[in-house]
T-cell receptor, first 114, second 114 residues
Framework: AQSVTQLGSHVSVSEGALVLLRCNYS??????LFWYVQYPNQGLQLLLK??????LVKGINGFEAEFKKSETSFHLTKPSAHMSDAAEYFC????????????FGTGTRLTVIP | NAGVTQTPKFQVLKTGQSMTLQCAQD?????MYWYRQDPGMGLRLIYY???????DKGEVPNGYNVSRLNKREFSLRLESAAPSQTSVYFC?????????????FGPGTRLTVL
């Protein structure tokens, strides 16, 4: 079975500081992993996805994530936080059979302090 | 393109009332999903439709029914609403059921059951 764990339900960073949001996965097969962002009162928008082509994945808005099989991790980073990055971030792993639905983590709310 | 649209945006029901949440996509996607989002729990799959004419249960289907009306539309029905169904409901679609395909999400329906 597939699952993800997001460490830290709330993360605060200063504007211009490094953003690091943590995600660890559990999967019995090579996983497909996703990061989504949710702005207040909106749906989820894809930031980036890992589909085994490259371990370092670049996404939109300057975010990137590195797949580390040895650590079963897929942490999301951004070198310099902007105020507009304040949102909730979800890590997800895709089911490999049946619905191929996404199994989501519980989310990390990012606050950016001016 | 509007992407994935959902109606209504907000709804308040009394216990025992029924209602249908509507979802439509204009991306010619084959697969559609209904998720619910609860605080601290991420999103969980209620039902999905891999293709027009098929529907199947997800992780939390009890108390819900679905209809894949045509390729564009996928509705979720609550026959007798309960307070435990207070949640934010998201519809999503993808080109076809696959582990690596991105899912596109609607803006959500915020439902309160009193």
């Amino acid at each position: 079975a597939q699952s993800v764990t997001q460490l830290g339900s709330h993360v605060s960073v200063s504007e211009g500081a490094l953003v690091l949001l943590r995600c660890n996965y559990s999967s019995s097969v090579p996983p497909y992993l996703f990061w989504y962002v949710q702005y207040p009162n909106q749906g989820l928008q894809l930031l980036l996805k890992y589909t085994s082509a490259a371990t370092l994945v670049k996404g939109i808005n300057g975010f990137e994530a590195e797949f580390k099989k040895s650590e079963t991790s897929f942490h999301l980073t951004k070198p310099s936080a902007h105020m507009s990055d304040a949102a909730e971030y979800f890590c997800a792993v895709s089911a490999v059979t049946g619905a191929n639905n996404l199994f989501f983590g519980t989310g990390t709310r990012l606050t950016v302090i001016p | 393109n509007a992407g994935v649209t959902q109606t209504p945006k907000f709804q308040v029901l009394k216990t025992g009332q029924s209602m249908t949440l509507q979802c439509a996509q204009d991306m010619n996607h084959n697969s559609m999903y209904w998720y619910r989002q609860d605080p601290g729990m991420g999103l969980r799959l209620i039902y999905y439709s891999a293709s027009e004419g098929t529907t199947d249960k997800g992780e939390v289907p009890n108390g819900y029914n679905v209809s894949r009306l045509n390729k564009r539309e996928f509705s979720l029905r609550l026959e007798s609403a309960a307070p435990s169904q207070t949640s934010v409901y998201f519809c999503a679609s993808t080109e076809r059921t696959s582990s690596y395909n991105e899912q596109f999400f609607g803006p959500g329906t915020r439902l309160t059951v009193l």
